[in-house]
């Protein structure tokens, strides 16, 4: 039988706890056994927090469940997209958008990455304290917006994309809180904000999307193979709504989980500098001199990989859904159809069982022989099975190549007197006011503090 969680209220259930301190909250959950019960509102729902048993849900009953709650709150946003979408019609878009993720392709990525991570390297000044947050997030939606819709975007585009996704991301956290307290129907001005976000978004992607489907150019970016790609079966391609739906994914979910890791990974750099004298002696001797990183460099960047993997594991998502369609059974549990199922990443990426002192930013954890001693679903930020992320080789590699682009040229100190903040977005927790001082390589060693820019 499973235990039921502590804190529940009257009619609304658990929603407080999860509301107020989310984190918390599925962190404790995790001394209560491997299945917990918790009220969403007055519908129960189950935790699992076995990496043994979320295997067995996302791998060997990944055809009896579907997304969940969450998605069903993502819809007006991502549509039918990849991350939505279900059954036979999930398995045909995975299938076109694949080849968009595949090793060759992703070199012709390399380049556009690259260039925005130069870009932000030479907005930095010596010796001059910056809330270096900001600039990930601009160096990552450029980055992504690149490798997406090469340089048709524009400069208002990708301005429309900084102002909005903000917006929509605590948008979300928002509607899913709402949601368990039946209030995500209420015309809020924060529900008035996020809808007028989404709209634009949504308006810059598809616009940019009809000005492709006139373009006969050879781009080497994912747009362009998404118009390009047909189903084997019946030589279709996507509808026009299909294509925004899926760019629209591909754009959060990169933009979300990147810029997260990216203040994740610098944090760590600030508070372990011995890992970034690893960095700097990697980078050293494969670049040789370089500040620019190229596809063929990526191979020998092992050390700044697990840097990435490290922080991918801290900024992962905080909470995800499934749904039972068919009965099943974890632990000795029946679970009903319709039953809403929970888990955390963030909790199991954090468990000291397979992760002994969890927050110690520790790139090693990925050196594979510590990758076999923990079982498969004990990291969890990118999924498993027939539902993994799509973009995790985009992902990871993306980040390799800011870190290794900006370490290449700077040295970054935490400013003592100026702690970080975290915050959960709806996807993520997300380190903020990360205030660093940039020491250039080539300068002086001695930093001065100074306020930030735009503080």
Request: glycine residues 6%.
């Given at each position: 039988?499973?235990?039921?969680?502590?804190?529940?209220?009257?009619?609304?259930?658990?929603?407080?706890?999860?509301?107020?301190?989310?984190?918390?909250?599925?962190?404790?959950?995790?001394?209560?056994?491997?299945?917990?019960?918790?009220?969403?509102?007055?519908?129960?729902?189950?935790?699992?927090?076995?990496?043994?048993?979320?295997?067995?849900?996302?791998?060997?009953?990944?055809?009896?469940?579907?997304?969940?709650?969450?998605?069903?709150?993502?819809?007006?946003?991502?549509?039918?997209?990849?991350?939505?979408?279900?059954?036979?019609?999930?398995?045909?878009?995975?299938?076109?958008?694949?080849?968009?993720?595949?090793?060759?392709?992703?070199?012709?990525?390399?380049?556009?990455?690259?260039?925005?991570?130069?870009?932000?390297?030479?907005?930095?000044k010596h010796n001059q304290a910056v809330r270096l947050e900001r600039e990930i997030s601009s160096m990552v939606i450029g980055s992504n917006t690149m490798a997406l819709f090469s340089s048709?975007?524009?400069?208002?585009?990708?301005?429309?994309?900084?102002?909005?996704?903000?917006?929509?991301?605590?948008?979300?956290?928002?509607?899913?809180?709402?949601?368990?307290?039946?209030?995500?129907?209420?015309?809020?001005?924060?529900?008035?904000?996020?809808?007028?976000?989404?709209?634009?978004?949504?308006?810059?992607?598809?616009?940019?999307?009809?000005?492709?489907?006139?373009?006969?150019?050879?781009?080497?970016?994912?747009?362009?193979?998404?118009?390009?790609?047909?189903?084997?079966?019946?030589?279709?391609?996507?509808?026009?709504?299909?294509?925004?739906?899926?760019?629209?994914?591909?754009?959060?979910a990169a933009t979300d989980t990147t810029t997260g890791a990216m203040n994740f990974a610098f944090d760590?750099?600030?508070?372990?500098?011995?890992?970034?004298?690893?960095?700097?002696?990697?980078?050293?001797?494969?670049?040789?001199?370089?500040?620019?990183?190229?596809?063929?460099?990526?191979?020998?960047?092992?050390?700044?990989?697990?840097?990435?993997?490290?922080?991918?594991?801290?900024?992962?998502?905080?909470?995800?859904?499934?749904?039972?369609?068919?009965?099943?059974?974890?632990?000795?549990?029946?679970?009903?159809?319709?039953?809403?199922?929970?888990?955390?990443?963030?909790?199991?990426?954090?468990?000291?069982?397979?992760?002994?002192?969890?927050?110690?930013?520790?790139?090693?954890?990925?050196?594979?022989?510590?990758?076999?001693?923990?079982?498969?679903?004990?990291?969890?930020?990118?999924?498993?099975?027939?539902?993994?992320?799509?973009?995790?080789?985009?992902?990871?590699?993306?980040?390799?190549?800011?870190?290794?682009?900006?370490?290449?040229?700077?040295?970054?100190?935490?400013?003592?007197?100026?702690?970080?903040?975290?915050?959960?977005?709806?996807?993520?927790?997300?380190?903020?006011?990360?205030?660093?001082?940039?020491?250039?390589?080539?300068?002086?060693?001695?930093?001065?503090?100074?306020?930030?820019?735009?503080?």
């Amino acid at each position: 039988m499973a235990v039921e969680a502590a804190g529940r209220w009257p009619l609304i259930g658990h929603a407080v706890p999860i509301a107020v301190k989310p984190l918390d909250f599925l962190t404790a959950q995790r001394a209560c056994g491997p299945i917990v019960r918790v009220h969403l509102g007055r519908r129960p729902a189950y935790i699992i927090n076995d990496p043994e048993l979320l295997q067995q849900m996302l791998t060997v009953d990944a055809g009896k469940i579907s997304k969940g709650l969450l998605f069903d709150k993502l819809r007006p946003l991502l549509g039918n997209g990849l991350l939505n979408s279900e059954g036979a019609f999930h398995m045909r878009q995975r299938r076109l958008i694949q080849p968009a993720f595949h090793r060759k392709q992703m070199e012709r990525y390399v380049e556009s990455v690259a260039a925005e991570a130069q870009a932000a390297s030479a907005k930095l000044k010596h010796n001059q304290a910056v809330r270096l947050e900001r600039e990930i997030s601009s160096m990552v939606i450029g980055s992504n917006t690149m490798a997406l819709f090469s340089s048709a975007i524009g400069d208002h585009g990708v301005k429309a994309i900084q102002r909005c996704l903000p917006q929509v991301l605590d948008g979300t956290f928002r509607r899913l809180i709402a949601s368990m307290v039946y209030l995500d129907w209420v015309p809020t001005r924060a529900a008035r904000r996020f809808n007028a976000a989404v709209a634009d978004i949504q308006q810059v992607v598809r616009e940019i999307i009809r000005s492709f489907a006139d373009d006969t150019g050879n781009r080497a970016d994912l747009v362009s193979m998404l118009l390009a790609a047909r189903d084997e079966e019946n030589g279709q391609g996507m509808t026009e709504e299909q294509l925004v739906d899926e760019v629209m994914t591909l754009l959060m979910a990169a933009t979300d989980t990147t810029t997260g890791a990216m203040n994740f990974a610098f944090d760590g750099l600030g508070r372990a500098p011995h890992v970034q004298e690893r960095i700097h002696e990697e980078l050293d001797r494969v670049l040789a001199g370089r500040t620019s990183v190229q596809a063929e460099d990526l191979s020998r960047l092992d050390y700044t990989r697990r840097v990435a993997m490290e922080a991918a594991r801290l900024a992962s998502p905080w909470l995800l859904t499934r749904r039972a369609e068919e009965p099943l059974e974890f632990a000795g549990v029946p679970i009903p159809v319709g039953t809403d199922l929970i888990f955390s990443p963030f909790a199991m990426n954090r468990d000291p069982r397979f992760y002994p002192d969890p927050e110690r930013f520790d790139p090693d954890r990925w050196l594979p022989e510590q990758v076999k001693l923990r079982p498969r679903g004990a990291m969890i930020s990118f999924g498993m099975g027939r539902r993994q992320c799509v973009g995790e080789s985009f992902a990871i590699t993306a980040m390799t190549i800011h870190l290794a682009t900006l370490c290449s040229n700077w040295t970054f100190h935490a400013v003592a007197d100026r702690p970080t903040r975290r915050t959960v977005t709806a996807g993520i927790e997300r380190t903020v006011e990360l205030t660093m001082i940039a020491t250039s390589r080539t300068g002086a060693v001695q930093p001065a503090r100074q306020q930030p820019r735009g503080a």
